[in-house]
Structure formats: C-alpha cells, structure tokens
C-alpha cells in the first residue's frame, strides 16, 4: 500500500490530470523525434504504405553527405545570422515596451491588444504587407530614397536575412511583451519606492530593479525566441520565394523540407535536424547557465 503512493508522489490524482498531455507530448514530439534519430543512421527512402524494403544502417554516413553540402552549412549560416539579430532585439524591445505598458494608466487594454494583434495574425496575411512595403518601389524605399538598398531589401543577398529575422522580432513580439509584463507584476513597488528614495532615476530603477526583477523571464524569452528562430520556416518560405535570393535567407528546416520531401532524401534531413537539435540544446544549455537561470 505505502509503494504505490511512493511511485506515483504525494498527489497521484496530479498523473491523471497530466495524462492527456503526457500523451500528446510523446506521440507529437518524442516519437517523432526518435524516428527521426533512427532515419538518419539508416539509408531510408520513402515506398508505398504496406512495402517491406530494407533499409541498411549506414552509421554517419548521412551526416557526411549532409555537411558536406555548401547549402547545408550556409543555412546554419543563415539561422545563425536570424538569431544574432532576432534574440537580443527581441529582449530588449519585450522588456523596454513591456515597462512603458505597465506604467500606462488610460487605454491600457488597447495598448496590449495592438501589440498582441501581430502575433495572432496569420503570417500569409502580415507577409504580403510586409512585401508591400520592403518591395523595390515600396515605402521603405521611398522614405530611405537614395539610402535604400539595391536589389531591394529582400532578393539582396546580404540583406534578406536581416530583413526576414526584423519581420519575426515584430510579428512575435506582443507574445514576449505580455511575459514581461506577468512578471512585473511579481516585482514589489517597496523596491521602486525604496530606490526613488536614494535618489535614483527611471534609467536607475529600470536596470537595477526591473531587469533583476525580471530575470527569470528574460531566460525565458531567450530560450524560446531561440527554440522558435531555430525552426524558422514560413517566413523565408513565403517572403523569399524558399530562401533565395540563391539560398541567402535558407533556413535548416526549410533546406529539411526541401531535401526531403522535395527531393526524396529523408535521411539527410533527418540528419540536419538531429544536428539542428543538438546545438539548439547547447545553445539553450548556455543562455540558462550564463543568463540567470536555476532550473
């Protein structure tokens, strides 16, 4: 009778209640990701449901022929550039405009819903407006006149990375606002009050009360916005045509779907995107670690 409650913790009615997700979790995520370790260590291709082939182990063979691939590493490339820009503007922007909203008295609702609204927007719908205006004769370039770029912003080689990882810190960015702006709620005014007190300054409270304040968030933010910038896919797929202009704005996933279901190359896909995982868990190993984060 005492092993059973030992097995299940203190509060076993908690497994039932989590069971759903559970479930979901391991057919959605974990057995994917499983398969997916098991095709890239074997020559697999796609047949007919029902047909038995085999398929050989072949051991890192489909890593080496993914990698060496000049379009596989430009694309790690291409992402790498993506997250440069994309994570520290999106933390920095999140927590400027998330402290202006929390200060904000009249209209507040309106305020977080205009920023909230992007984010829900099918990216079809916010891409061809953002094609209208980064376009060669769009209002970017009509403002910029002779200071805008030629070819224009996203068939430029150099900067349709940039251009795509701006689009993505703008469209996701009501989604890390409305984090910070939970967590300034768990920021006690005593400390506001008590700084106002030794004399210090908005800029003062801002970086020694809110951003300490809002730590556990900030490392939040950072592992996420790097999860979701490393499976960048829609947004160069749909504002580049499927990464040009010549494979400047190809991301790993989007070169996965191309190598795999395009071309008929399972296994090197899976390969890329066991790689692809690999890093973004050392990635995400080394923000929790140098960012703040206990857990």
Sequence with gaps: MKRGPRILGKHPLGLLFSAPYLVFVL??????LVYAVYIAFHDYFFTAPGAVVDRPFVGLANFVDAFTDPDVIRSFGN?????????PLTVVL????????????????FYRVAYYIPY???SVAVVAVWLFL???????????????????????????????????TWKQMGFYILLYLAALQNVPNELYEAASTDGAGAIRKFFSVTVPGVRPATVLVLLVSTVTGANLFTEPYLLTNG????????????????????????????????????LVLVIALLQNRFAGGKD
């Design 134 to 168: 980064f376009n060669g004769s769009g209002l970017v370039n009509q403002i910029l006149g002779p200071l805008a770029p030629s070819p224009s912003w996203l068939i430029n080689s150099h900067w349709a990375m940039p251009s795509i990882a701006l689009f993505v």
């Design 243 to 278: 990464g040009g202009p010549n494979g400047a704005s190809t991301s790993p996933v989007l070169l996965m779907y191309q190598k795999g279901i395009e071309q008929g190359h399972p296994d090197e896909a899976s390969a890329i995107g066991v790689v692809l995982v690999v």
């Design 94 to 109: 999140s927590i400027v405009l998330a402290s202006g909203l929390n200060k904000v008295t009249h209209l507040k609702a």
């Design 79 to 87: 992402v790498g550039i993506f997250l440069i820009i994309n994570v």
């Design 120 to 122: 829900l927007t099918a």
């Design 27 to 32: 057919v959605v995520f974990a057995y994917p």
